[in-house]
């Protein structure tokens, strides 16, 4: 017979949507939710049920970007461990506000609620759409968005201090835009596993600098390689063991590291490694709508690069298309696609992120 959890109580701080809430108060909350909310805060039900379960563990889903989406168990301890290693790491104490406008149905906007209650903050929580901001008329000090969310609120970061991003690669393009943003931005490195992030790059520094292309560790990780490469995460506040990861890094400092690419999507094209997300910075700056690059099976080369541009299919638009990656000059002759494909639209992992294995498999034959 295994012992009852007993759930932290609530920070006496925390604010939800402007209302202090007991552990007790919450699950009458979470069932109110549930039953007369709209569908994002019944996702909300949902987790602040399932936080306040006697249980040491919640099930949670992988986002299904990498491979099939999965149920996996996370240790609420190893939660809150984040939760206070993100508050030490970009310097959030009691009392910061925060504004919630992921869902609540994936680790990120989870742990935005578990942040929320132990570290005291006040949080409120908005519609997640593709421009959360467009509503928002008071300064927060904190949120996380998607590359996609920040793509469509450049305007409006000026209600966030702090802004942390993840879910995806944010493009140079989007990088770019926020040169002259005075919030600052984060790209973050992470996954469900480790309870959202493990690391964190500015991409608007201070004095000019440019963007920061290392990943600087939060406290208590470390981090190692394997044969391959490959990045391996040590972390025991949010790990009961460490996790060999399939992205391909450089370590620059025990604290420090260079994400290069993932392991599974290197092409080797006639005994040439080559890294499609390098390939797709460097396009990326010519570039103004979704594409991927990937590979084909070819008799000579064994594998040939190609590239999948998300847009409607004409010659002219091909053609546009084949003189502009022509004329980069950063790509080298190895990194150059040798077909490019024009799909009316990519298909989507359940959380909005392009599905390149099915979109492979559904447009070439």
Known sequence: MTNKYKIPETHPDFRLNKRHFTNAELRQVAYSYIKEGEPFEQQIGSFLLDWLKPTSYIEVSTSGSTGTPKKIRLQKQHMINSALATAKFFSLPAHTTALMCLPAEYIAGKMML???????????????SSNPLDQVFKVYDFSAMTPFQLDNSIARLHVVKKMIIGGGVVSPRIAKMLVDVDSKIYETYGMTETCSHIAARRLNPTKKKKSARSFKLLPNVSIAQDERGCLIIKAPNILDEEIVTNDVVEI????????????????????????????????????????????????????KLVLFVEDDFSEETLAELESTIRSLKSLDKYEMPKKIYLVEKFEETPNGKIHRENTLKSKVS
């Open 114 to 128: 578990v942040r929320a209650m132990f570290l005291g903050w006040h949080l409120d929580t908005v519609l997640p």
């Open 252 to 303: 620059v400092t025990y604290k420090k590291f260079l994400w290069k690419g993932r392991y599974d999507n290197v092409i080797n094209s006639g005994g040439i490694k080559l890294y499609p997300e390098e390939i797709e910075r460097k396009i990326n700056k010519v570039l103004d709508r979704r594409f991927f690059v990937t590979s084909l099976p070819d008799d000579s080369l064994g594998e």
